[in-house]
């Protein structure tokens, strides 16, 4: 880990007269949340490698408003895309990359509709064209023939039909990829979406992340794959709760690429 981290701001390079490739919008949970930080830097790690031209907006970056708006308050959420959109517009950006399906979903979807027009990407798109176009390469050694499970993200999968990315990454690292029951266009919320990420779930026989991690170890995975900070929560959650976590890790499929890389 000798090498430092190369993270610049949009301000740094729109003060030097330069233009990057494209804006990581890391998101709230990329941000703040000290398990999915672990998932920027492995992706940061990645675009380093790979010598893209990126920069991030840092302290101007503010939440896209998804999980106001999933809650109900349609005016938080415009105050907050408006902002936000004001601050990427004045930087004249163009493509945006995501770790998150709830800021993808809603900087694709939502924010158009307020002046917002970007190419977005979800990150597991991103790092397939990065290997499809050679920039940066895999060797499966290092999850070569392990048994892994992908848990499709509501807002990566079923919102918006990315689901094959993601596989053919986990295949890419000779690794044997293992569906649950549920999955692709039939797959199962991991229990946060619609802003269920930030309270205590109703009364019921079952939390969704319990039934949904049931149907993971039903695979009998070595790891399960996560291509959302929400699901990764929820599912690492779910196999704590079945007293697993000695043997079943939950990563983002960036960090997979990442530790396959040894990054």
């Not at 007269?17 to 992706?43: H, M, Y």
């Not at 893209?52 to 302290?59: D, E, H, N, Q």
């Not at 106001?68 to 936000?84: D, I, P, S, W």
């Not at 499709?152 to 044997?176: S, T």
Request: proline share 4%.
């Amino acid at each position: 880990m000798g090498s430092e981290l190369k993270v610049p701001t949009m301000a740094a390079l729109f003060a030097a007269g330069k233009q990057p490739e494209v804006l990581f919008w890391v998101g709230c949970a990329g941000s703040f949340d000290d398990r999915a930080k672990k998932i920027t830097k492995a992706f940061v790690k990645i675009l380093n490698k790979a010598n893209v031209s990126f920069a991030v907006l840092g302290t101007e970056e503010s939440c896209t408003g998804d999980p106001a708006k999933r809650a109900g308050n349609e005016f938080l959420f415009q105050m907050q895309a408006v902002t936000n959109i004001e601050v990427m517009n004045a930087y004249g950006i163009t493509k945006v990359v995501t770790a998150c399906p709830h800021c993808f979903n809603t900087l694709k979807n939502e924010y158009p509709g307020l002046g917002g027009n970007y190419e977005v990407v979800h990150h597991t798109e991103f790092l397939k064209k990065l290997l499809d176009d050679g920039r940066i390469t895999l060797e499966g050694g290092t999850f070569k023939g392990k048994r892994i499970t992908f848990h499709d993200p509501c807002y990566l999968g079923r919102a918006n039909g990315v689901y094959e990315a993601p596989r053919d990454l986990i295949k890419k690292l000779d690794a044997e990829l293992v569906e649950m029951k549920n999955c692709k266009s039939r797959g199962l919320c991991c229990g946060a979406g619609g802003a269920q990420m930030f309270k205590e779930p109703e009364k019921g026989d079952k939390d969704i992340n319990i039934e949904r991690t049931e149907q993971a170890l039903d695979t009998q995975p070595e790891i399960i794959a996560a291509a959302c900070p929400f699901c990764n929560t929820m599912m690492t959650d779910g196999v704590k709760n079945k007293e697993k976590e000695k043997d079943i890790k939950v990563m983002d499929i960036a960090e997979l690429i990442a530790t396959a890389e040894d990054l």
